[in-house]
């Protein structure tokens, strides 16, 4: 059985940093592809960054230089450090997996597993 867990969210004020992890379970982990997504309330779910199998990343033009993804293959464990967090980033935090695809990276449809997701609150 696939499962994907999130930890790490929590509240904090702008300017501060979080450590999002997302354990993986059930599959060949370091073949898929692995994103994080992210869903504000009264929005849609938007790509916030991927890492694929040969360890190239992606981000999202909103967080680029402030965020950053990795992954422990041998941990089976996906990682999101948030820095400069603005009160923008306050929002429902999903990991993803994905088998390899020719598609958009944002696309949230060629995602296979997610997890339950965690919450990033920033205040001002």
């Known amino acids: 059985q696939v499962q994907l867990v999130e930890s790490g969210g929590g509240s904090v004020q702008a300017g501060g940093s979080l450590r999002l992890s997302c354990a993986a379970s059930?599959?060949?982990?370091?073949?898929?592809?692995m994103a994080w997504f992210r869903q504000a309330p009264g929005k849609e779910r938007e790509g916030v960054a991927i890492?694929?199998?040969?360890?190239?990343?992606y981000y999202a033009d909103s967080v680029k230089g402030r965020f950053t993804i990795s992954r422990d293959n041998a941990k089976n464990t996906l990682y999101l450090q948030m820095n400069s967090l603005k009160p923008q980033d306050t929002a429902i935090y999903y990991c993803?997996?994905?088998?390899?695809?020719?598609?958009?990276?944002?696309?949230?449809?060629?995602?296979?597993?997610w997890g339950q997701g965690t919450q990033v609150t920033v205040s001002s």
């Open positions: 890492s694929t199998n040969g360890n190239l990343t």
């Open positions: 059930g599959y060949t982990y370091s073949v898929y592809w």
């Open positions: 993803a997996a994905a088998r390899p695809f020719t598609g958009l990276w944002v696309s949230e449809y060629e995602y296979n597993y």
